[in-house]
C-alpha cells in the first residue's frame, strides 16, 4: 500500500512539475494585449530600494502595459555616494521611453498613459529629482539637466504637446512645469552662455 501511494505521489508531483514548467516556458508573442509585461531589474520595488541606493547601488524598475512600448534605463555612478533611481512607467501603445544617469543620488520618474509619447531625461550630477508624467498621445518630453542638490516635475495632459527642457549651471532652483491643453510648445534653457554680436 506504501509502494502504491509513494508511486502515485511522484506521478503527482511529476505531473505538476511538468505542467509548471509549460506555464512559465511561454512564447513572447503568445502574449496577449491585455497581459501585463514586467521587467525588473532587481528584485526590490524602485519604493524599498531607497536603502540599496543609499549603499551606492544604482536602482532600476521597469513596468509596461500594452503594445510596443519600448524603453532603456542606463545608470553611472561618478564619484563616491549614493547610487541613482529610476523608473519607468508605460501604459497604452507605442510609447517610447529612455533615463539616462551620471551621478550619484539621483532620482527619475517617467510614468505615460497614452500612445505615441517620448520622454528622454538625461541627468548629469548629484542629487537631482526629475519626475515626468505624460496623459494623452503624441507627447514629447526632451530633458536634459547638469545640475545638481535641483528637483523638477514636468507634468503633460491632452494631445501633441512638446517640452524641451535644458538646465546647466544654473542658480535658479528646481521648478514644475504643467501643460494641460493641446498642442503646446515650450523651450526653457536656462545656464548656458551665449554671445552678442
Do not use: C, F
Amino acid at each position: 500500500m506504501k509502494r502504491v501511494l509513494a508511486i502515485g505521489v511522484l506521478v503527482g508531483l511529476l505531473t505538476g512539475a511538468h505542467r509548471t514548467q509549460a506555464q512559465t516556458s511561454r512564447d513572447p508573442e503568445d502574449i496577449s494585449t491585455g497581459q501585463l509585461l514586467e521587467q525588473r531589474l532587481e528584485t526590490e520595488t524602485l519604493a524599498g530600494s531607497t536603502q540599496q541606493a543609499a549603499l551606492g547601488k544604482n536602482q532600476a524598475a521597469l513596468l509596461q502595459l500594452g503594445n510596443q512600448n519600448q524603453a532603456s534605463i542606463d545608470q553611472r555612478i561618478i564619484g563616491v555616494g549614493q547610487g541613482n533611481t529610476a523608473s519607468i512607467n508605460q501604459n497604452g501603445t507605442s510609447n517610447l521611453a529612455a533615463i539616462l544617469q551620471n551621478g550619484a543620488g539621483s532620482r527619475t520618474i517617467i510614468s505615460q498613459a497614452g500612445a505615441n509619447n517620448v520622454a528622454s531625461s538625461e541627468i548629469n550630477g548629484y542629487n537631482t529629482e526629475s519626475e515626468i508624467l505624460q496623459k494623452g498621445n503624441g507627447n514629447r518630453v526632451d530633458q536634459r539637466l547638469n545640475v545638481d542638490d535641483r528637483r523638477y516635475s514636468v507634468e503633460q495632459m491632452g494631445n501633441n504637446n512638446n517640452l524641451v527642457q535644458r538646465e546647466s549651471g544654473s542658480t535658479a532652483p528646481g521648478y514644475e512645469v504643467t501643460m494641460k491643453g493641446n498642442g503646446i510648445r515650450i523651450i526653457i534653457e536656462q545656464g548656458r552662455a551665449s554671445t552678442m554680436p
